[in-house]
């Protein structure tokens, strides 16, 4: 089912529970579990809780949390997932970031992926594959909290002035839950190529 949302102060979220199939979702989900080159990064603050992989054209980098990444080259796998998902948020996509959720220890703190070079409104385009965990959006100003359980095999883009208003994370649970990968798709601006 496809959902659309309408935020306060002009953000924008599209859901589709069923981006991919559940047989696609379980193979992508499988493949990209072993076959990407999974690192473990720090920042200041220590070990990042999630491994990740960061795929983009040739020549961008991109940095967050003291972190920067270098691209790593287009494998056909993401290649086909990133044309799928331009086509649906119908928009281009330079980047791709990947995280990895082991277990329920894993998780995102709050953040808005705002960076300079991710232009003024940016289009981020979330897909989930694995276990099912929870996606909390808060806005900035009210506190106001959107839940969502994010599906296997589901694409949930961000839009408008989201970035602005709200941050979002991925919370750790006490839960029993197998691993998760998440691919969160960006189109980077202003860098010379
Ligand atoms: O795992 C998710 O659903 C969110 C990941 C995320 O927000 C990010 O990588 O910026
Ligand atoms: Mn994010």
Redesign the pocket.
């Known amino acids: 089912m496809k959902q659309h949302a309408e935020l306060h102060d002009g953000g924008t979220l599209d859901y589709d529970d069923a981006f991919f199939d559940r047989a696609e979702a379980d193979a992508l989900f499988a493949r990209l579990r072993d076959d990407t080159p999974w690192r473990q990064e720090r920042s200041r603050l220590g070990p990042f809780p999630r491994l990740t992989a960061w795929y983009a054209d040739p020549g961008l980098t991109y940095s967050y949390s003291g972190v920067t990444h270098e691209a790593l080259a287009w494998t056909a796998t993401l290649l086909a997932i990133r044309r799928r998902v331009e086509a649906a948020a119908m928009t281009p996509f330079n980047s791709v970031?990947l995280?990895y959720?082991r277990d329920g220890q894993d998780s995102?703190g709050y953040?808005a992926?705002n960076e300079s070079e991710l232009g003024k409104n940016p289009v981020i385009a979330?897909i989930?594959l694995g276990a099912v965990?929870q996606?909390v959006l808060k806005h900035g100003a009210t506190g106001d909290k959107l839940h969502f359980d994010?599906a296997s095999g589901s694409l949930l883009v961000m839009g408008g002035t989201c970035q602005h208003h709200w941050v979002?994370m991925?919370p750790k649970t006490k839960q029993f839950v197998d691993g998760r990968i998440?691919l969160?798709f960006r189109n980077l601006i202003g860098q010379a190529v």
Do not use: E, Q
């Open positions: 970031l995280n959720y995102i953040h992926d979330s989930s965990r996606f994010l979002h991925v998440n969160t």
